[in-house]
Structure formats: structure tokens, C-alpha cells
């Protein structure tokens, strides 16, 4: 039988001991792509399912209609370019005028203005950026939007500023412009973004380049969008990746990897039942119109037993196998019960945690980055460092049970 059109997308790398994806499947993986899908959808029948029985209380919930099972999201498409992009390119930590003030700093008030407006007035090689419109979109979703969290989330098409937490109270939670933008700013994931480095590692992407004759930027680059998620308090030990391969779900790690929890050793087997429904009610053959067979999906399990859609990321060496490696994920069965494994794995003790990858982002080595970033200036780095409180986790409350 001739192979799918996903498997043919899927080139295995032995040197650097993962798959390359196609652009296609890069693309697909934009929240811009697959969001109007998750955010209206209904599950497909599932009477007849063979295997993979919860009991009926947990079914009861799962099967519940839910016409929205991902985050509320609003997409901003009309970003002032070229002078946005410019700005998360440029060096330096000095906010856009108007958006300098930071919820995260001790001085929410004029004084972080007066910092930002101050030291510099002499510097005429400082480029100074303004983006008034796109301050008040961020704004109005805060106020209006998603007025019940009261702050966003940002993200550009694929990445999320988790590696640049440290700077915002360990938290990607944003109240102001200047929250959002300093984030993003920070952030060597967004950066990713803006320079298409996913694209660029996709074993088609030259001769999609090379094909293209238009003049405009061409369709293999898609414009950069800012996406502002409703602000939810997840719980970081109910947060799930799915490894999909020719349409199956493979495996499901814990996606915070480098800490032991120790209830998922007792709850696995429930939260694999109810993970696997959920993908075969509202995920197979329902992302990229079912185009698309290999992906890897982030999920959420909440306190009512439902799944959240987070994000989906491509079937690529560029994304973290977590408790797998991606030699065994690439040699495994599509079947998962033909496979020597139970189909979820987590870390059962302490001595099976993993290095936490975003661990090389925090202080004191972003210390020094911001030192550098700001050019050597010693008054303008510690005025700086003064506004910012001290990292925190995760809050007490949340409002992540709430849809809209």
C-alpha cells in the first residue's frame, strides 16, 4: 500500500536523532491555522469505541457537548510592520513610548516612564518605537475581552515567551502593553519566530523558496501575528504532550518533565483513558482538516476531568520528546497496545526527572544577557533590575475552568 502524504513528510535525521517536517506541517501548527477549528467543534460519535473505556461517571463528563476546547484567543493580524519586527530585533531592553508601563515592577506608575524616558534623552542613536494602535488592541482585550482573568497570555505564530518568565514575575501573565511587549522582546523563542527558524529546518523548505516567483513575501513566510490568550493559572503537573503519528496517538508524556508528581503514579491510567478519548472525540482527522497525520499535541486536564487543547507543535526534532526519545517514538507501532509501553509516561520517582531545558534562561546567566543588552550601561541595568519584584510561581487561584 502506497505511503500517506504525512509519512512521506517525515524524514528521520540520524544525526541529530530526530524527524524533519514538511512546511505544510509547520504551517499547520500556527495557533492562526488550527484555532478556528478547536474553538467551535463538536465530538464525533463515540459509542462504539472498543477499547480505552472509562467509567461511565468520566464518560458522562468527556462526552459532555463542548463547542469550545482550547483557550479564548484573540488574533491580531494588522501588526504595524515592519517597525514591530524591527522592534524584537533590535538590541536593548527600552519599552515602545506609551507601553512602559510594567505590572510586574514595583513602579506600575510614571517612574517606570520616567526610566524609560529619561537616561536616554541624550542618546540620539536610540531608536524610539510607537505603536499607539496596536497598544490599545492589547488594551481592550485585557479590559474587555477577557475581562473576568484581567491579563493575557502572549504568543507570536508558534512560540510563547516561556523562556523569558524571569523577567515578569515567573509568569507569562500580562496586564499591560509594556507586560506583553517585554516579554516578547525577551524572549529567544519569539526571535525564533520572527526569523521562520522552524521553517527554515523543514526538509521541503528550499524548494518551496525556490518555486516561489512572486514579489510579496513569500507564502512559506507567514506574516507575523500576536495572539493574546485568555490568562489561565494552569496547573503545571495536569499538563500532557500527545505524540501523534499516521493519525494515532503513540504516547503521552508529562509535560513538565523535570519535577515528580507524586499523584500521577496512582492517576495515569485514568488520565490516559480520558486523554485518548478526548483525541479521538475532537482530534483525529480534525486538525488541518485531517491533512496533516503527524503532530504533537499539548494538552490540559482540568478539575472537571476535561481536556484542554494548549498548542499543537510539528512532528520535529526542533520540538522536546519529553520522556521519549524520538528514535523510539519514529520505531514504534501505530497501534499503542502493540507497543512494549503503557502509553503514558510520567516521572514516577525523583530519580526520573529530566534536566529542565528552560533552566538555562534564568538568572543569573539572563543577568548578564540584560547586562549586555544594555549595552554596558551600568545605572541604566541596575535602575532596571530595581523595578522588577522577585520571581514567583505559580498563583493559588484560578480561573481556568471558565469558558467562554
Partial sequence: MAEEPSLIGTDFDDEIHGPRPTVDEVLACQLSS????????????ASDRENHQCDSTQQQRQNKLRKNVTIPSVIINDLPMPEFKNFLLTDGVKLPRGATKLSSCAGVSSKSDDYENGDNEDDENDVEFHFPDLNDRIIETVRERFSSAGAVMPKLNWSAPRDATWINEGTMKCKTPGD????????????????????QDCQDYRTKVEDYDGDSLSPVHPPLQLILRKWCNLNPSM?????VRRH???????RQHSVHFPHLKQDKDQIYDLIYDFFEDYVKHRFADGKIGNYVLDVFLDKKDRIWVIDFNPW???TDSLL????????????????????????????????????????????????????????????????????TYWEENSDEDEED
Avoid at 488550527?34 to 460519535?45: D, K, Q
Avoid at 496517538?249 to 508529562?254: A, K, N, R, Y
Fill in 248 to 254: 494515532e496517538l503513540l504516547g503521552i508524556s508529562q
Fill in 180 to 199: 506583553v511587549y517585554l516579554l516578547l522582546k525577551s524572549s529567544d523563542f519569539c526571535t525564533h519566530d520572527v526569523l521562520y527558524q522552524s521553517l
Fill in 324 to 391: 521519549y526519545e524520538w528514535s523510539e517514538l519514529m520505531s514504534m507501532d501505530d497501534e499503542p497496545e502493540d507497543n512494549d509501553d503503557e502509553g503514558i509516561r510520567i516521572a514516577a520517582s525523583e530519580g526520573e526527572v529530566r534536566h529542565d531545558p528552560l533552566s538555562s534562561y534564568r538568572a543569573p546567566i539572563d543577568t548578564v544577557d540584560l547586562a549586555s543588552m544594555t549595552h554596558g550601561d551600568a545605572k541604566q541595568f541596575e535602575e532596571f533590575m530595581k523595578l522588577c519584584q522577585r520571581p
Fill in 239 to 243: 499538563e500532557f504532550r500527545c505524540f
Fill in 34 to 45: 488550527w484555532y478556528p477549528t478547536f474553538s467551535n467543534i463538536l465530538p464525533l460519535n
Fill in 316 to 318: 520535529a526534532r526542533t
